[in-house]
């Protein structure tokens, strides 16, 4: 437990880093950081394929922020913050706070989820017979592709989706010039 | 964007291999250790993503256009689809895994076993491949298109006083 603490404050010190920093290369860095520790919380807590997800990811997405900070000229946020805005924005974050200590107790115990305690529930029942209805033995691959197909047909439409809508803003010749070469 | 020095080049030329394959072997065994389709396929997009830095932009367009992954993104998504339908047509619901319940069962524990599981991480790491290709390589390639000399420095100076 004490090492879940360690990390979470390391995430914590990360995150306020990554929005106080001037620098936004230190600032893509330090979100870099807190999906490491997130990976590490993921590892710690037995689920390696989300932590190999995680981290993966996160290398990429890590690099794409980087080359695009980098190949700006604008690395430094200049500016000061306005009050009104700060002031809503901390009454908003109080608030939240209040909700969230409220919710806290009525949380189950850290590692006993909820579904455990239920014995007909359905995530009880892929892990008792995941193996002989799918014959696959990462119990993880047998839900999301056999289980709950549908939510993978879902997540592979969504990621369609967006490669249409980046190709699409992103291209690098516009439609005129494209259709138009004298243009 | 030529690339960088010689040492990245020839490292990552050595390395963008073992990582290719970590990939595959990612997206193979999925079924079996921890992994899948959607982890092999990043894996697979960041093999291309180095070659991308060390190399320059051009040098992966001329490896993979961006056409042949467009196809090869649609062609990932459509395998997919193909085997919920089949599992409709030969097993009775969308999704059914038809190869388990009837034609080849397999052993636990073997890389021929699941049923229709073992091909759909191979389409979803296709699919993810490819899109996540796509994707960092019309960043990369994203370029201000349109009357550049006049209104660049113009729109930067309105950007760094807000």
Redesign the interface.
Same mark, same amino acid.
Do not use: C, W
């Given at each position: 437990m004490t090492l879940f603490y360690i990390l979470l404050v390391f995430m914590v010190i990360a995150a306020i880093i990554a929005v106080e920093t001037k620098d936004l290369l230190s600032a893509v860095i330090c979100v870099g950081a807190i999906g490491f520790g997130g990976s590490l919380m993921f590892l710690f807590l037995r689920a390696?394929?989300i932590a190999?997800?995680q981290i +993966? +990811?996160e290398? #990429?997405g890590l690099?794409?922020l980087i080359?695009?900070t980098i190949s700006r000229? #604008?690395t430094f946020i200049?500016?000061d913050r306005e009050f009104v805005g700060t002031v809503a924005s901390v009454v908003i974050l109080f608030l939240i706070f209040m909700a969230g200590m409220r919710i806290f107790d009525a949380l189950p115990e850290f590692g006993v989820p909820v579904f455990a305690r239920v014995p007909e529930t359905a995530s009880q029942a892929y892990i008792a017979r995941g193996?002989e209805d799918?014959?696959?033995?990462?119990i993880?691959? /047998?839900i999301?592709?056999?289980y709950r197909?549908?939510d993978? #047909?879902g997540e592979?439409t969504v #990621?369609?989706t967006?490669?249409i809508g980046?190709?699409v803003i992103?291209? /690098?010749? /516009?439609r005129k010039?494209l259709e138009d070469p004298e243009l | 964007m030529s690339g960088m020095t010689v040492i990245v080049k020839t490292v990552s030329s050595w390395v963008k291999v073992l990582i290719f394959l970590f990939g595959i072997y990612?997206i193979l065994f999925?079924?079996?250790?921890?992994?899948?389709?959607?982890?092999g396929g990043?894996?697979l997009?960041?093999s291309y993503?180095l070659l991308m830095?060390a190399f320059g932009r051009r040098f992966v367009e001329e490896n993979l256009p961006?056409s042949i992954a467009?196809k090869l993104?649609c062609l990932?998504?459509f395998l997919?689809?193909l085997l919920?339908i089949l599992g409709l047509v030969l097993g009775g619901t969308?999704?059914a895994?038809f190869l388990?319940q009837r034609y080849l069962?397999?052993e636990?524990?073997e890389l021929v076993?699941?049923?229709?599981?073992p091909l759909?991480?191979i389409a979803?790491g296709l699919?993810?491949g490819a899109?996540?290709f796509?994707?960092?390589f019309?960043?990369?390639?994203?370029?201000y298109?349109?009357p550049t000399s006049e209104q660049k420095p113009a729109a930067?100076g309105t950007?760094?006083k807000?």
């Open positions: 390696p394929d190999m997800t +993966v +990811v290398v #990429l690099i794409i080359r695009a000229d #604008l200049t500016g193996l799918t014959g696959a033995t990462n993880v691959t /047998s999301y592709l056999d197909a549908y993978t #047909l592979a #990621l369609f967006a490669v980046a190709t992103l291209r /690098s010749q /516009s010039r | 990612i999925g079924h079996l250790t921890p992994g899948g389709g959607f982890a990043v894996i997009a960041s993503v830095l961006s467009s993104d990932g998504a997919f689809a919920a969308f999704f895994n388990y069962p397999g636990p524990f076993s699941g049923g229709t599981i759909a991480n979803i699919k993810v899109s996540l796509l994707v960092i019309a960043l990369a390639s994203f370029r298109d349109g930067q950007g760094q807000e």
